[in-house]
């Protein structure tokens, strides 16, 4: 038969053993928040990163635009100087001779009427004196110039970035 103190002694060993379950569920309660919440941290940092990856593809794009805009409103500003050298020299290449010849040249003599205003009125608008003023020639084919080539029909803008 099976004495007394192999009972207490059984009993003793169940009990410890018990207690280590008890103990190991509670780590591997433990263990599986822990899991959770390294899980919940990388789907958050997976999001974060493609948004990011989102935001540096549109930074490249911008980018690309910006620089097809300081790249286009060189060359503009290039054929501007071209057309300005040009017109300061009687003898033009037969390139910029044909860019010059695509270009109206307003009259050299302006003239500025006066505005009746009404001073009471506060409309803010102070008269203009008249008076007949005639430009430099120079300064007549630069603005011309800036003219045609803010007109010219060969440059599309209207999805470029306005970087001015």
Partial sequence: MISLEQVRALESR?????????????????????????????????????????????????????EEGIVQALRKLDAFEDVVHAAAKP???????????????????????????????GNGIDPVVQADSVDEPEAINAEAAAEAIADDPGSDQSDGLDIF
């Fill in 91 to 121: 003898s033009a290449t037969s390139g910029t001779a044909s860019m010059s010849a695509s270009v109206t040249v307003q009259s050299p003599v302006k003239s500025t009427r006066t505005m009746p205003v009404d001073p009471e009125a």
């Fill in 14 to 66: 169940v009990e410890k053993a018990v207690a280590f379950i008890a103990s190991l569920r509670a780590e591997n309660a433990s263990l599986k928040d822990g899991l959770l919440e390294a899980e919940l941290r990388t789907e958050a940092a997976e999001a974060r990163t493609a948004e990011l990856e989102g935001l540096i593809k549109e930074f490249q794009k911008d980018q690309e635009r910006i």
